[in-house]
């Protein structure tokens, strides 16, 4: 079993930034992919952003050049860096891990949430 627990979020200003981070815990045989997604009230969750085992990074449009993710793989977290806030990125973040176990098969794991609020 794969455990993520997830922190860093809170309230701040518009043009403000926080640090979110998710660590895995368990019993597994290696990470692949890491990502970011979120979630606002009435609205489905969406793709922040994700970085495969090798560094690659995809972003949403509306994050581009403010948010930055990044993985430890010995402490198997990831981060994500998010810079000048804006209002509308008010939501529940959630991490997802893509693990493989030692059966070889891939399991996706979600974090608990953690709620990012900025205010105008």
């Known amino acids: 079993q794969v455990q993520l627990v997830e922190s860093g979020g809170g309230l701040v200003q518009a043009g403000g930034s926080l640090r979110l981070s998710c660590a895995a815990s368990g019993s597994f045989f290696s990470i692949n992919a890491m990502g970011w997604y979120r979630q606002a009230p009435g609205k489905q969750r969406e793709l922040v952003a994700a970085i495969t085992s090798g560094g690659g990074t995809n972003y949403a449009d509306s994050v581009k050049g403010r948010f930055t993710i990044s993985r430890d793989n010995a402490k198997n977290t990831v981060y994500l860096q998010m810079n000048s806030l804006k209002p509308e990125d008010t939501a529940v973040y959630y991490c997802?891990?893509?693990?493989?176990?030692?059966?070889?098969?891939?399991?996706?794991?979600w974090g608990q949430g953690t709620q990012v609020t900025v205010s105008s």
């Open positions: 997802n891990f893509n693990v493989k176990q030692y059966t070889l098969r891939l399991y996706d794991y």
